[in-house]
């Protein structure tokens, strides 16, 4: 049985795995607002995962990774249904309604509705503080969204709704394959069992690609297929597999500062310093939860 220090350097390791996964996806809003500059949104969001499922193919072939049982192949689809699907095709065509900033805050809920998720589906149990935390860290950047939006939700607020609720449950079953297959394997696998629908998509789009398409889209497009469908996924799903859904997924909240962060290096967003104060407030709230007491299902039920 291992100790209780032993359990919480597994549990910190998990969270460090989790905060570079959340680097990694904090570019994918930026990168996409340059990918749709040119390309057509539809592509991307197909083009991308099947460029992801075409490197992550080999890597399964030469490590001679075993095939998941069938029971586990349904997961993956489901964890796909999630961050393949869903996800990228709302986040994509929210990109041509709002800046990449204004998205970033908007996904901020993203930490609340993961744990909400699990608490659903892997029967963790978040303590009141640490519900306390996420409803506070999430009120504040749903309150700064608002501010921005002039005290309404834009059209491509609720497509970034719904890429929250996708990317929620995507996380929370691919957190769960993780468990049984690894995290890299988790991603690879997951593309693969949906590589049958995307790559009859991605022919018929690439047809209407345009003659003339600028490099930083093209730029945009390699990131978020090699790094946000694919790298990036390595370092999360090891993460939540091993410091919890609900606590590593609260690393996400610090997410909507680093992308306003990149969207002003990138695309020229600009920054005031309310800004940094909804980021401090947020930091406090990630910091705080982090010490919360979570109860992890059973691993014999």
Known sequence: MPSENQEHSV??????????GMLIFSLT???????????????????????????????????????????QWKGLWLAGLGVIFGFPVLMTV??????????????GILPLTTAITSTILLRERPSIGFWICGVLGSAAVIIFSLR???????????LLFGAVISASYGYVKGAEMSAQLGGWQTICWT?????????PITLWLVQDLPEEVSWSSW???????????????????????????????????????????????????????????????????????????????????
């Not at 549990?11 to 570079?20: R, T, V, Y």
């Open 219 to 301: 730029i945009g497009f390699l990131y978020v297929a090699l790094f946000s469908q694919f790298l990036g996924f390595f370092a999360w799903y090891k993460g939540l597999a091993m410091g919890g859904v609900a606590r590593v997924s609260q690393t996400q909240l610090l997410m909507p500062f680093f992308v306003l962060l990149f969207s002003w290096l990138l695309l020229g967003e600009a920054i005031d310093w309310e800004t940094f104060l909804f980021a401090g407030f947020v930091v406090a709230t990630v910091a705080i939860g982090k010490q919360m007491a979570i109860r992890r299902k059973p691993s014999g039920d």
């Open 94 to 107: 929210a990109m041509q309604f709002v800046p990449a900033s204004h998205g970033g805050v908007v996904l």
């Open 29 to 71: 809003l930026p990168m996409t607002r340059m990918a749709v500059e040119s390309l057509s949104p539809y592509f991307v969001a197909a083009g991308r995962a099947m460029l992801a499922a075409l490197v992550g193919l080999p890597i399964l072939l030469i490590t001679s990774q075993p095939r998941p049982t069938r029971l």
């Open 11 to 20: 549990e910190f390791q998990g969270w460090l795995f989790g905060m570079l």
């Open 148 to 158: 921005e939006g002039g005290g309404s939700f834009q059209a491509g607020d609720w």
């Open 191 to 199: 593309l693969l069992s949906w590589s049958p629908i995307l790559l």
